[in-house]
């Protein structure tokens, strides 16, 4: 089996030392093993990704010498595939409307049961559907919504297959979590999948693509480790592969912290400036030259 490795940033800044690191272990993976290296262009959030910052990620990763396969893949290119995907869901019956709003959803979250869960998010909520007759109403005062994936209803349809949902993590995750992992969705709760003012979400449209592009290693931060029992849950639903997934670690700054498209200082086109080579940012974050 030929292995498939991607970067998939988005263009919502310029990249830094972190997407370097990102960059080049999935690209040396593919090489090492003779595999195919992906680039893929994340851009589904078309209020805060820029046109300059999608070029800047060309010439960062070419002057980092890295090469990939063409054509790149974009995804705000490819809002249908997202839809269809997420009609297939919506037809298991594993979706539902969500009309509420961020102060609806905090107070509600106050009094749902997993409220003192600290892995239960705001944004990940297991609220459930409202009534019916709510909706109904809801939807006739024209009232926007999000579809949120309902975890109780996955459950149902995937029964004893969801209890045994888990993936094998070569890398590690926050916690040193490695092997064979058992993927538990519930923490996450009820995600987005399709939000009030993009019809897709990261989750839906980054394991459409990985399935679509026959990614075998996702090669990605750390931070990116809780989303994944998400992905894992959606993959057995739509019927997609679950790959091998490597998580690295987050690179810190020199204030200890993890670096952030807002550290202007640490971007590679500053660096590249400054007369640093492709070499040194190597050495820089540690990889072999
Ligand atoms: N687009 C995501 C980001 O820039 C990464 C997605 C992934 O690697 O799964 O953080």
Redesign the pocket.
């Known amino acids: 089996m030929t292995c498939i490795t991607r970067f998939?940033?988005?263009p919502t800044g310029l990249l830094h030392l972190g997407h370097a690191y990102s960059a080049i272990t999935a690209h040396d993976f593919a090489r090492a093993h003779g595999g195919r290296f992906l680039l893929r262009i994340?851009d589904i959030d078309t209020t805060r990704c820029r046109p300059e910052y999608e070029q800047a990620i060309f010439e960062d990763l070419e002057w980092l010498e890295l090469t990939w396969e063409t054509p790149v893949r974009r995804q705000s290119d490819h809002f249908v595939d997202y839809a269809e995907a997420l009609e297939k869901l919506r037809a298991l019956g594993v979706l539902y409307r969500c009309f509420r709003t961020r102060s609806e959803i905090a107070e509600a979250s106050a009094s749902a049961p997993q409220a003192g869960d600290p892995t239960a998010t705001q944004d990940a909520p297991i609220l459930g559907p409202i009534s019916a007759d709510e909706e109904a109403d809801r939807l006739e005062r024209g009232e926007t919504f999000a579809w949120r994936l309902s975890l109780s209803c996955s459950q149902d349809l995937l029964g004893e297959k969801f209890t045994q949902l888990g993936f094998r993590e070569t890398g590690a995750g926050p916690n040193g979590e490695q092997g064979a992992i058992s993927a538990r969705p519930e923490a996450c709760g009820d995600v987005i999948l399709a939000r009030k003012d993009t019809s897709t979400s990261?989750h839906l449209s980054?394991v459409h693509d990985d399935a679509l592009q026959g990614v075998t290693h996702?090669i990605?931060g750390a931070d990116?480790f809780d989303a994944t029992p998400v992905h894992v849950l959606l993959q057995a639903l739509l019927g997609y592969p679950t790959p091998i997934y490597h998580h690295h670690k987050l690179l810190l700054g020199p204030d200890g912290k993890r670096f952030a498209k807002r550290d202007k200082s640490l971007t590679l086109a500053a660096l590249r400036a400054e007369g640093v080579t492709p070499a040194d940012i190597r050495r820089r974050v540690g990889l072999p030259t």
């Open positions: 998939a940033p988005s994340e990261y980054v996702i990605r990116l």
